[in-house]
């Protein structure tokens, strides 16, 4: 059984920093990838960004040169360095883990950027 834990979520000033952790736990594939999604009041979710397990990277446009994901293979752990926040950024954040077709998801958490 594998599960995603998120954290680090909560209430940021617009310009402000927040890093979120992804953890991962089971029964888990070396070669995978991991990503961070969110979804905002309203709206679909969309996809932020990924990284794969030899460090390859993605991003979205609207959260280049902003954010930065990052992983931990030894503690299949996850994070996401966000910077110069704003309120667009505000959304619940999940992360989601695939490898040999299958994919999960965590719960989310909830990262609010207002002043």
């Known amino acids: 059984q594998v599960q995603l834990v998120e954290s680090g979520g909560g209430l940021v000033q617009p310009g402000g920093s927040l890093k979120l952790s992804c953890a991962a736990s089971?029964?888990?594939?070396?070669?995978?990838?991991m990503g961070w999604y969110r979804q905002a009041p309203g709206k679909e979710r969309e996809f932020i960004a990924l990284?794969?397990?030899?460090?390859?990277?993605n991003y979205a446009d609207s959260v280049k040169g902003r954010f930065t994901i990052s992983r931990d293979n030894a503690k299949n752990t996850m994070y996401l360095q966000m910077n110069s926040l704003k309120p667009d950024d505000t959304a619940v954040y999940y992360c989601?883990?695939?490898?040999?077709?299958?994919?999960?998801w965590g719960k989310g958490t909830l990262v609010t950027v207002s002043s």
């Open positions: 989601r883990l695939r490898f040999n077709g299958m994919e999960y």
């Open positions: 089971g029964s888990i594939f070396s070669i995978n990838t």
């Open positions: 990284i794969v397990s030899g460090g390859m990277t």
